[in-house]
């Protein structure tokens, strides 16, 4: 049961809880066009859900420790809650934009916070699933939340159909689990596992509930939704897409790999090397033809996920550290290139391709200087965030004498190269064809220059960013 | 038991075999609620009242309702789809060939599949199924409870929000307007000259 006591460490959640109820209530009965009223509501319950993360204790398990909260699920809820402020922060102009002024879309956006929210601390089989499927469902319809674009419904209907497979493999791995070990608590599941030999039956259900959630992080093979999903959805929904269920889903699997499947390391250790060096390579082959920005930052974004991987198929804890390093800087650097995206307009359509960016950097250089910052620290070049990161991922796999997974990382991430060069070389090198946007939206333009002075100046926080992770996992 | 067992099951099986033969539609549909309605049955025989119940009311309930709904909204041909049932004959055989190898393997192997018995079943089995469900749900599983009704909140948002039309000029009723309605208001009379 729920003690009045225990309210204050499900507090973010509370509150976001409650302001989506009251942002729903509020969007259905005003009648004037308030959209920008609703849009302040839901910045702010994210701002004080955020500082409300400041006020719970660590190590704590509520609800039959189906709920915990440790220093690691405390400061990525506080990074989700950040990034989903930063993300309704820049999409206020692409909605008006675009008809998606409406006021369910802040509405759903917060309910998928909330789920992400859960599945971050949840310590339960039942738990995650149920938090997994809040956040799914919410993302499903904004997804499809473009009504007369064919093509938004048709993401829709994919992103629905295959993500209803992959948590239904998830719930099928997870009642495998239940009838081995009688419990879907994962205290209980760790204990199992590290006392048991190999049980097929349990490796069965691991292997299930990972494919469930490689699914969700867009790892490859199970990646075909994402290129089609990211491009047909809105900007503003894909800028949700490619950051926040990747850092929800990640912190599951960190959750899961290193609690209750750590007995059974010979099992899954193989399946995340496969789906890393998989990722990687896909991503990086797949994005080499995309003239789409939006496809080739989906690509991008399956390679990526690649290289988190590395860090988790480590098995040790300074690789694991790595890995958030490097989901850090992935996701501020992927916000700042899809709120570039968001800005691109002429007249009144969104721009997508390459080709429309050329030349760019004749009539806006500064702006195309933080862009090719943010590429250049995507493409893992020296003195940007992009380098350091990846440098520390692959130290971490060669220390873990993983030296092959080091090594296809390395030559994937030279082939990724060439498609980070080549917008580069679009924006600088081509003929100029037409002025992209005269007025350019003062807030994506903020967060542009905020996200590129993040990846510049890496190199004077990395240490005490480093020294926090360590701190929030140990 | 046994033979209320062997009754229900053997019209499962009998219904299943219809839900795919018949040529209409809509005996499709009941006799998929007959096979639903046969499993309740089975459940009750295994002491799960409650799945029997839930049984009857989610599937025969709202989603055969559902399906049949659909099929008589949607002019759907079983020609044409009748059609198709050569095209995955080989796939479909192969899919059940598996299946069924894979029972007989799991009814040779018992002793492989070991699936752990629930200790704690004994001992609070003087409450019904549904009286120990109902003690978890709101107690030990409370936060799940809430969280699942926040999906079925969501479920609704975007069901209204996919499928409501603010469209210009649809008539609605308004009712204190019509009551505010005088005949001064509305009537006029006109003098018709004769002619």
């Known amino acids: 049961m729920l003690h009045l006591s225990q309210i204050s460490f499900i507090l973010p959640e509370l509150i976001i809880f409650l302001s989506g109820i009251f942002i729903l209530i509020y969007g259905a009965f005003s009648k004037t066009d308030n959209f920008s009223n609703i849009n302040i509501l839901a910045l702010m319950a994210i701002l004080i859900a955020g500082l409300s993360v400041f006020f719970i204790d660590d190590y704590k398990s509520l609800f039959n420790n189906a709920f915990v909260i440790t220093p690691l699920a405390k400061y990525i809820k506080l990074l989700v809650l950040i990034i989903s402020f930063l993300a309704i922060y820049i999409s206020y102009n692409y909605l008006s934009h675009n008809e998606l002024k409406v006021f369910e879309y802040p509405v759903l956006l917060i309910f998928s916070v909330l789920g992400m929210l859960i599945m971050i601390s949840s310590n339960d089989l039942i738990m995650l699933y149920i938090s997994i499927e809040l956040q799914s469902l919410s993302l499903y319809v904004l997804v499809a939340l473009r009504r007369r674009s064919i093509k938004a419904s048709e993401a829709a209907l994919k992103y629905f159909i295959l993500g209803s497979i992959a948590s239904a493999i998830i719930l099928y791995g997870a009642s495998m689990i239940y009838s081995v070990t009688g419990a879907t608590n994962y205290n209980i599941i760790s204990a199992y596992s590290k006392i048991s030999d190999e049980n097929i039956i349990f490796s069965f259900g691991i292997i299930l509930i990972l494919s469930g959630i490689a699914f969700k992080l867009s790892a490859a093979p199970f990646h075909m939704w994402t290129p089609d999903v990211y491009e047909g959805s809105p900007s503003s929904v894909t800028t949700i897409l490619v950051t926040l269920p990747k850092l929800a889903a990640l912190t599951v699997l960190i959750n899961l790999l290193f609690k209750p499947f750590i007995g059974q390391v010979e099992v899954w250790q193989p399946i995340i090397i496969i789906i890393s060096v998989l990722s990687m390579a896909v991503g990086s082959i797949s994005a080499l033809k995309q003239e789409n920005l939006k496809r080739l930052f989906a690509f991008s974004t399956i390679a990526n996920i690649g290289y988190v991987l590395i860090g988790l198929a480590c098995v040790n804890e300074d690789a694991v550290q790595s890995s958030l390093l490097y989901i850090f800087v992935y996701t501020f650097g992927v916000l700042g290139v899809f709120s570039f995206i968001m800005m691109l307009r002429r007249d009144d359509t969104q721009l997508v391709n390459i080709s429309d960016i050329s030349g760019m950097s004749k009539l806006n250089p500064i702006l195309s200087l933080f862009i090719a910052i943010l590429l250049l620290s995507m493409a893992g070049i020296p003195p940007f965030g992009g380098f350091f990161a990846k440098l520390y991922i692959f130290s971490a796999a060669i220390e873990s004498d993983l030296l092959f997974l080091a090594i296809s990382g390395v030559i994937f991430s030279v082939v990724s190269a060439y498609y980070y060069l080549k917008i580069i070389k679009a924006i600088y090198l081509d003929e100029v064809v037409e002025d992209i946007a005269s007025n350019l939206d003062k807030k994506q333009y903020l967060i542009i220059a905020f996200t590129s002075l993040l990846m510049l100046t890496f190199i004077f926080y990395a240490d005490e960013l480093i020294r926090f992770i360590n701190f929030i996992y140990i | ?195």
């Open chain 2, 1 to 195: 038991m046994n033979v209320f067992f062997f009754l229900f099951s053997s019209i499962i099986i009998l219904s299943s075999i219809a839900v795919i033969s018949s040529r209409n539609p809509v005996h499709s549909v009941l006799f998929l609620i007959l096979a639903f309605v046969n499993a309740a049955g089975i459940f009750v025989l295994a002491g799960a009242e409650f799945l029997a119940m839930i049984l009857l009311i989610v599937y025969v309930g709202a989603v055969a309702v559902l399906f049949l709904f659909v099929v008589m909204m949607l002019n759907i041909s079983l020609e044409e789809i009748k059609q198709q049932v050569k095209k995955y004959f080989v796939s479909g055989i192969l899919v059940g060939g598996i299946l069924l190898a894979e029972l007989i393997f799991s009814f040779t192997n018992l002793d492989i599949i070991t699936v752990r018995s629930d200790e704690t079943h004994e001992a609070a089995n003087k409450l019904s199924n549904t009286h120990e469900i109902g003690k978890v749900m709101y107690t030990d599983y409370f936060f799940i409870f809430q969280i699942s009704g926040c999906i079925l909140l969501v479920a609704m948002i975007g069901a209204i929000a996919l499928t409501l039309r603010k469209r210009e000029g649809v008539l609605r009723q308004n009712i204190s307007n019509q009551l505010d309605r005088r005949k001064e208001n509305t009537l006029e009379i006109v003098k018709i000259r004769k002619n």
